[in-house]
């Protein structure tokens, strides 16, 4: 009897050092899989980051030419005596100019956006107030420009981990883009609030509300992905601002996202780590 007992006790232990080598070896092949994704995942950033860099560099310098032919030969157009050959080659050097012109556009968004992605200082504890007031003090020739009013109503005392520059790039586009697409007479409203994350993680929303013409739930559906404009012809924009603050607000471990009721206006916002 006594030795049955011994062999059950024997066992008992051995099946309790083979459940901790289990869980032991199971700990081992998550940690594995998770330096993997990691590196994966900084692999994938360094891609991104080269790409922005190559196709920016490589199209800046060209554009760059065709720019400064476009208004050689729209000058030249100017001095020739008046003809309908000279007018048309004027029109023509125009309309050269604005297509690279914004085209251009388009690569110093990539080329912004790439610089960001590739710095790799470490996110600090940034003043929301302090970044708002810096934004909002850029914007004001455009927004006396549109007849818009922008209102600062970030509270004091609110903080964010975040890189400066990339926040300050985020709520660049969020701002821009309200003072554009708004209504002259219409405002953009500021405000932060801090709130807490599904894993009851302490965090800040920065909002960016306007009094424009709105978005439909299937503009908004689409409002962040590359090259999507719902704005006219008139209107400057690429379509990349969007989709590039989201990729800046991410890398930081943000969020952006966006409201909206047609007719009434947009909410557009960003949620970072508290700081």
């Given at each position: 009897?006594?030795?049955?007992?011994?062999?059950?006790?024997?066992?008992a232990?051995?099946?309790?050092?083979?459940?901790?080598?289990?869980?032991?070896?199971?700990?081992?092949?998550?940690?594995?899989l998770?330096?993997?994704?990691?590196?994966?995942?900084?692999?994938?950033?360094?891609?991104?980051?080269q790409?922005?860099?190559?196709?920016?560099?490589?199209?800046?310098?060209?554009?760059?030419?065709?720019i400064?032919?476009?208004?050689?030969?729209?000058?030249?157009?100017?001095?020739?005596?008046?003809g309908?050959?000279?007018?048309?080659?004027?029109?023509?050097?125009?309309?050269?100019?604005?297509?690279?012109?914004?085209?251009?556009?388009?690569?110093?968004?990539?080329?912004?956006?790439?610089?960001?992605?590739?710095?790799?200082?470490?996110?600090?504890?940034?003043d929301?107030a302090?970044?708002?007031?810096?934004?909002?003090?850029?914007h004001?020739?455009?927004?006396?420009?549109?007849?818009?009013?922008?209102?600062?109503?970030?509270?004091?005392?609110?903080?964010?981990?975040?890189?400066?520059?990339?926040?300050?790039?985020?709520?660049?586009?969020?701002?821009?883009?309200?003072?554009?697409?708004?209504?002259?007479?219409?405002?953009?409203?500021?405000?932060?609030?801090?709130?807490?994350?599904?894993?009851?993680?302490?965090?800040?929303?920065?909002?960016?509300?306007?009094?424009?013409?709105?978005?439909?739930?299937?503009?908004?559906?689409?409002?962040?992905?590359?090259?999507?404009?719902?704005?006219?012809?008139?209107?400057?924009?690429?379509?990349?601002?969007?989709?590039?603050?989201?990729?800046?607000?991410?890398?930081?471990?943000?969020?952006?996202?966006?409201?909206?009721?047609?007719?009434?206006?947009?909410?557009?916002?960003?949620d970072?780590?508290?700081?």
């Amino acid at each position: 009897m006594q030795h049955f007992a011994r062999d059950a006790g024997r066992v008992a232990r051995c099946r309790e050092l083979g459940g901790a080598l289990a869980a032991g070896l199971a700990a081992q092949h998550s940690r594995t899989l998770l330096t993997d994704a990691l590196a994966v995942g900084d692999q994938a950033r360094h891609v991104q980051q080269q790409f922005f860099a190559t196709v920016g560099h490589e199209l800046r310098t060209p554009l760059s030419t065709i720019i400064g032919y476009a208004e050689l030969l729209a000058d030249q157009a100017e001095r020739q005596p008046p003809g309908e050959f000279a007018a048309e080659v004027g029109r023509d050097a125009g309309h050269v100019l604005t297509a690279s012109e914004h085209l251009l556009d388009v690569v110093e968004d990539l080329l912004g956006t790439g610089r960001l992605l590739g710095a790799e200082d470490s996110r600090l504890s940034v003043d929301v107030a302090g970044a708002v007031a810096d934004v909002v003090h850029w914007h004001r020739v455009p927004a006396e420009k549109h007849g818009v009013t922008v209102v600062n109503g970030v509270p004091a005392g609110l903080s964010v981990l975040a890189r400066p520059a990339g926040l300050r790039q985020v709520l660049t586009n969020l701002v821009g883009n309200a003072i554009v697409h708004n209504r002259h007479g219409g405002t953009v409203e500021v405000g932060a609030q801090p709130l807490v994350g599904e894993g009851g993680q302490p965090r800040v929303r920065v909002t960016v509300r306007d009094t424009g013409r709105g978005l439909s739930a299937v503009q908004l559906r689409s409002a962040f992905e590359p090259f999507v404009r719902f704005a006219g012809p008139s209107v400057k924009g690429t379509g990349l601002g969007l989709p590039l603050a989201r990729t800046v607000a991410e890398r930081d471990g943000g969020e952006l996202g966006a409201d909206s009721t047609p007719g009434e206006g947009s909410v557009f916002w960003v949620d970072l780590p508290a700081g």
